[in-house]
């Protein structure tokens, strides 16, 4: 089984919509947990961090459900810039992090 | 502050030759870690470095190894290389939480 499993999608959603992706992860000695985002041909770049607490930057809310082992990324007022694959990532300790397989999210005109 | 580094950016090698990848790490960064990407997949972790050890390793075969230098940059080496070898790798480096990546090294192995 995967450290972390993510439906790879494809999201296609209109310009406005508000769209949610989640991940779910195996090892509960998981501590932090993170969304990258990650453009075609590009390297990932951190989106935001996960916290239990939840939060929020501006459109964007990641919350992490630590009894169900999974983390959500909500995006709101879709843009056409956030056209991208998201993937999710767990890390134990100071150690390496665990990739999804991302979710590639296209957002149409 | 200078991010993190790869080169070469493109990469093209035959089947069984071997590859070093090369990393220079965020200023002031002491851990630096491997990733293999292939298409439609997430990165994968190959081995984390910090303060010139060997400091975890993912289920990646012997022939992948690699270095890191004391002023914590690092190198990927793989031999023998093979055609699923072919991939995005990409170095990330580290301070205590959060990675920061490079924009990777595309290898293709024909």
């Known amino acids: 089984r995967k450290e972390v499993e993510q439906d790879p999608g494809p999201f296609n959603v209109p310009e406005g919509a508000t769209v949610a992706f989640n991940c779910t992860y195996s090892?509960?000695?998981?501590?932090?947990f993170f969304w990258y985002r990650q453009d075609c041909r590009k390297e990932p770049k951190l989106l935001m961090s996960v916290y239990s607490s939840g939060n929020e930057d501006g459109r964007f809310t990641a919350q992490l459900n630590r009894a169900s082992q999974y983390i959500s990324l909500l995006i709101r007022d879709s843009k056409l810039s956030d056209s991208a694959t998201y993937l999710c990532a767990g890390q134990t300790g100071a150690n390496n992090l665990f990739f999804g397989t991302g979710t590639r999210l296209t957002v149409i005109p | 502050e200078t991010g993190v580094t790869q080169s070469p950016t493109h990469l093209i090698k035959t089947r069984g030759q071997q590859v070093t990848l090369r990393c220079s790490s965020q200023?002031?960064?002491?851990?630096v870690s491997w990733y293999q990407q292939a298409l439609g997949q997430g990165p994968q972790f190959i081995f984390q470095?910090?303060?010139?050890?060997?400091?975890g390793r993912g289920n990646f075969p012997p022939r992948f190894s690699g270095l890191q230098f004391p002023n914590y940059s690092s190198e990927l080496n793989v031999n023998a290389l093979e055609l699923d070898d072919s991939a995005l790798y990409l170095c990330?480096?580290?301070?205590?939480?959060?990675?920061?990546f490079g924009s990777g090294t595309r290898l293709t192995v024909v």
């Open positions: 470095y910090y303060r010139e050890e060997e400091n």
């Open positions: 090892n509960s000695a998981s501590q932090s």
């Open positions: 990330a480096s580290s301070l205590v939480y959060g990675y920061t």
């Open positions: 200023s002031g960064h002491n851990t």
